[in-house]
C-alpha cells in the first residue's frame, strides 16, 4: 500500500519528490516496507527462568494426580463396602453355652392353680379320650369358659376350697425347700431362670420364720374374700370403680367401719393371741421394743 502512495502521490510534489525517493529507494525501508514506519514495536514480556517453571509444572502435576487418584480411593471403599463380611465368629462374638438344667427335685415347688385351672384340667382328665389334635384342646377350653362362667358361687366353692387346701401344702412345702436348698443350686436355678427370661427365686429372710401377725382389719379382709359377696365382686372384674381386687378392699372398708366394736371382737382377739405368741418366740423384739419405750 505504501509502495502504490508513493508512485502515484510523490511525483506529483516537486518539493518532496527527492528526499521521499531517497527514502523509498534505501535498503532500511525496503526491508520495512510492509510495516508502517511510525507504529512502536510491541515488546514481548522476558521469559520467566527455568526453576520457576519447573516450580509450576510440579505444582500443576501434583493437582492432576490428585484428581485423578480421588475416584480410584473411592472406588475402592465401595468394592470394599460391597464385599461380603466373613461369617467366621470372631473370638469377642462366640456365644456361651446355656446354663445346665436344674433337676426338678432340686427346684422350689410350684404354685398351685387357681380355681378355673383346677376345674379345667379335671375336666381334660375326664374326656382325655376325645383329645386328639390341639384343635380339640382349644375347643374344650372354649367350652370349659362358658361352662364356668355360667356356674353359680355354690358350684364354684367346692374348687375354691381345694385351692386353699393346697395353698396351704404349698406354703409347707416351700418353707421346708429353703431350709435344705444350697446357695449353689439357687444360683443354678437363677441362671437358667435368667436364661429362659423368668423371673428369680430370692430366698426369704430368716425372721419370715416367725412373721409378725397381721391386724384385726387385714384379718377381716381374708374372711371377706372367701364370702360371697367378695367373690362376686372378684369374679365381676375390672369395673369403672377400679380392678377386681381393689374393689373388694374397698367393699371390705366400707363393712368393717359399719361393723360395731362386738363384730369386730373375734378378730381383735385372734390377733391378741398371735401377737402374744409372736413376742414369746421373739424376746429380742420384745426386749428392744421395750427398750425404745
Same mark, same amino acid.
Request: net charge positive; charged share 30%.
Given at each position: 500500500?505504501?509502495?502504490?502512495?508513493?508512485?502515484?502521490?510523490?511525483?506529483?510534489?516537486?518539493?518532496?519528490?527527492?528526499?521521499?525517493?531517497?527514502?523509498?529507494?534505501?535498503?532500511?525501508?525496503?526491508?520495512?516496507?510492509?510495516?508502517?514506519?511510525?507504529?512502536?514495536?510491541?515488546?514481548?514480556?522476558?521469559?520467566?527462568? #527455568?526453576?520457576?517453571?519447573?516450580?509450576?509444572?510440579?505444582?500443576?502435576?501434583? $493437582?492432576?494426580?490428585?484428581? $485423578?487418584?480421588?475416584?480410584? +480411593?473411592? +472406588?475402592?471403599?465401595?468394592?470394599?463396602?460391597?464385599?461380603?463380611?466373613?461369617?467366621?465368629?470372631?473370638? +469377642?462374638?462366640?456365644?456361651?453355652?446355656?446354663?445346665?438344667?436344674?433337676?426338678?427335685?432340686?427346684?422350689?415347688?410350684?404354685?398351685?392353680?387357681?380355681?378355673?385351672?383346677?376345674?379345667?384340667?379335671?375336666?381334660?382328665?375326664?374326656?382325655?379320650?376325645?383329645?386328639?389334635?390341639?384343635? &380339640?384342646?382349644?375347643?374344650?377350653?372354649?367350652?370349659?369358659?362358658?361352662?364356668?362362667?355360667?356356674?353359680?358361687?355354690?358350684?364354684?366353692?367346692?374348687?375354691?376350697?381345694?385351692?386353699?387346701?393346697?395353698?396351704?401344702?404349698?406354703?409347707?412345702?416351700?418353707?421346708?425347700?429353703? #431350709?435344705?436348698?444350697?446357695?449353689?443350686?439357687?444360683?443354678?436355678?437363677?441362671?437358667?431362670?435368667?436364661? &429362659?427370661?423368668?423371673? +428369680?427365686?430370692?430366698?426369704?429372710?430368716?425372721?419370715?420364720?416367725?412373721?409378725?401377725?397381721?391386724?384385726?382389719?387385714?384379718?377381716?379382709?381374708?374372711?371377706?374374700?372367701?364370702?360371697?359377696?367378695?367373690?362376686?365382686?372378684?369374679?365381676?372384674?375390672?369395673?369403672? %370403680?377400679?380392678?377386681?381386687?381393689?374393689?373388694?378392699?374397698?367393699?371390705?372398708?366400707?363393712?368393717?367401719?359399719?361393723?360395731? %366394736?362386738?363384730?369386730?371382737?373375734?378378730?381383735?382377739?385372734?390377733?391378741?393371741?398371735?401377737?402374744?405368741?409372736?413376742?414369746?418366740?421373739?424376746?429380742?423384739?420384745?426386749?428392744?421394743?421395750?427398750?425404745?419405750?
Amino acid at each position: 500500500m505504501l509502495s502504490l502512495f508513493a508512485r502515484h502521490v510523490v511525483p506529483n510534489l516537486p518539493v518532496l519528490r527527492t528526499n521521499v525517493s531517497s527514502v523509498l529507494t534505501s535498503s532500511a525501508f525496503a526491508a520495512t516496507r510492509r510495516t508502517f514506519f511510525t507504529t512502536r514495536r510491541i515488546e514481548l514480556p522476558a521469559a520467566a527462568s #527455568k526453576s520457576a517453571s519447573t516450580k509450576t509444572m510440579k505444582k500443576t502435576t501434583k $493437582k492432576t494426580t490428585a484428581t $485423578k487418584s480421588t475416584p480410584r +480411593k473411592a +472406588k475402592a471403599t465401595t468394592e470394599a463396602k460391597s464385599k461380603p463380611k466373613s461369617t467366621a465368629p470372631s473370638k +469377642k462374638t462366640v456365644e456361651r453355652p446355656p446354663p445346665k438344667r436344674v433337676p426338678k427335685s432340686e427346684q422350689p415347688p410350684s404354685r398351685p392353680p387357681n380355681a378355673y385351672l383346677l376345674y379345667f384340667s379335671k375336666l381334660v382328665q375326664e374326656r382325655r379320650s376325645d383329645i386328639k389334635t390341639t384343635m &380339640d384342646t382349644q375347643d374344650m377350653a372354649k367350652e370349659a369358659a362358658v361352662t364356668w362362667n355360667n356356674f353359680t358361687l355354690a358350684e364354684k366353692q367346692p374348687y375354691y376350697n381345694e385351692v386353699e387346701v393346697l395353698k396351704k401344702q404349698y406354703e409347707e412345702k416351700l418353707h421346708d425347700y429353703w #431350709k435344705t436348698a444350697s446357695p449353689k443350686t439357687v444360683r443354678k436355678i437363677n441362671a437358667r431362670r435368667k436364661h &429362659d427370661g423368668r423371673n +428369680k427365686i430370692h430366698r426369704p429372710h430368716q425372721e419370715n420364720d416367725y412373721k409378725r401377725p397381721k391386724g384385726p382389719f387385714f384379718r377381716f379382709i381374708e374372711m371377706f374374700r372367701q364370702s360371697d359377696d367378695g367373690r362376686a365382686i372378684q369374679e365381676a372384674g375390672t369395673t369403672a %370403680a377400679g380392678r377386681g381386687a381393689v374393689n373388694v378392699v374397698r367393699a371390705a372398708g366400707e363393712q368393717w367401719r359399719a361393723m360395731s %366394736a362386738s363384730d369386730k371382737a373375734p378378730y381383735m382377739e385372734a390377733y391378741q393371741k398371735a401377737h402374744n405368741d409372736w413376742q414369746a418366740n421373739h424376746p429380742s423384739k420384745n426386749a428392744s421394743t421395750s427398750a425404745s419405750s
